[in-house]
């Protein structure tokens, strides 16, 4: 069980092994993670799914080849703009974005995971989550 408010991961499978290493380095500096491997067996995953990115406080998103020619990171993308999520998009590797894809986050600001060395990255990292996770909470109680 993950506690609220969290942050919902997406990312496409051939990258889980880059995207677990920062996934249990951010749940180890405390911070709530949601991505399919939370998903029970026997759910329906995508109903799954679209009620995480519902309920997430913000929506991470790993970019790559990978991720950029998969239908369910993009469906996941789509979901979280038309919900008015915070996105931070994560790049990879060096990508050309499809128009799709770059279209809904080319107002966002970048974190460039592949030009950075991993302590700087995870620095960044962790600060982008303590602001919007501080933004989200602040929202909550401007909402009371």
Request: glycine share 2%; proline share 3%.
């Amino acid at each position: 069980m993950v506690l609220s408010p969290f942050i919902f991961v997406s990312y496409a499978t051939p990258n889980h092994r880059k995207v677990y290493k920062d996934v249990k380095w951010l749940v180890g500096k405390g911070f709530p993670v949601w991505y399919d491997q939370s998903i029970i067996p026997c759910e329906i995953w995508w109903s799954c799914i679209l009620k995480h990115i519902d309920q997430c406080a913000f929506f991470v998103i790993f970019l790559s080849n990978a991720s950029n020619d998969s239908k369910w990171v993009y469906r996941e993308l789509l979901w979280a703009d038309k919900r008015n999520k915070d996105i931070l998009p994560i790049f990879l590797e060096e990508v050309e974005l499809k128009a799709e894809i770059e279209s809904l986050i080319s107002n966002k600001q970048y974190l460039f995971r592949y030009k950075q060395k991993n302590r700087q990255y995870l620095i960044v990292l962790e600060a982008s989550f303590k602001h919007l996770l501080g933004t989200q909470r602040a929202n909550n109680i401007l909402r009371l």
